[in-house]
C-alpha cells in the first residue's frame, strides 16, 4: 500500500480576475485597503475611486415585539377567563346544591325531633302558692303558706 501524496499541488480551475486597478504611486488621492484575491493575509492598497461603493443598510425598527400575537393574547384570556369563570359558577353551584341538601335534611330531622318531644312530653302541672304573712307588736310575725297542685 502506497501513501499519499504529499507534495503541494497546483490550484484548480480559472485565476479569477483582479477586479481593481493596482495602486499607481504616482496617484495622490485617498487609498483603501483591500485584502488580496489569492493571499488573504495580505492587504493591498488600491485607489478609493476604484472600490464600488455599498449600499447603506435600512436601520432596524428595535422596538420590542410582543411574544404573542395581541389578538392571539385577547383570544387566549377571553378562553381563560370563560374557563375559570365556569369552573367558579360550577364549584358555587355545588356548594349551594350540597347546602341545600344538608338543610332540607337538618330541618327534616329538626322537625321529627320536635314531633317526639311534643308527644312524649309530659302533662303540664300547675301549682299555686298562696303566703300570708301578718306582723305584730314588737317584731312579731305568722307566716302561712297554702299550696295547691292540680
Request: glycine share 8%; aromatic share 4%; proline share 14%.
Amino acid at each position: 500500500m502506497s501513501l499519499p501524496d504529499q507534495r503541494p499541488t497546483a490550484h484548480v480551475g480559472q485565476p479569477t480576475p483582479y477586479p481593481f486597478t493596482p495602486y499607481d504611486p504616482a496617484h495622490h488621492g485617498p487609498v483603501v485597503y483591500i485584502p488580496h484575491p489569492t493571499h488573504p493575509n495580505l492587504s493591498i492598497p488600491v485607489p478609493r475611486e476604484a472600490v464600488p461603493m455599498t449600499t447603506p443598510t435600512i436601520p432596524r425598527d428595535l422596538t420590542p415585539q410582543p411574544v404573542l400575537d395581541p389578538t392571539a393574547q385577547r383570544m387566549l384570556a377571553a378562553g381563560l377567563g370563560a374557563g375559570t369563570a365556569a369552573a367558579g359558577i360550577g364549584w358555587g353551584a355545588a356548594q349551594l346544591v350540597s347546602a341545600l341538601a344538608a338543610g332540607a335534611t337538618g330541618l327534616v330531622a329538626l322537625a321529627l325531633l320536635l314531633l317526639v318531644a311534643r308527644l312524649t312530653r309530659p302533662r303540664p302541672t300547675h301549682i299555686e302558692q298562696h303566703v300570708t304573712t301578718h306582723v305584730r307588736g314588737f317584731g312579731r310575725a305568722t307566716t302561712r303558706i297554702e299550696g295547691t297542685r292540680r
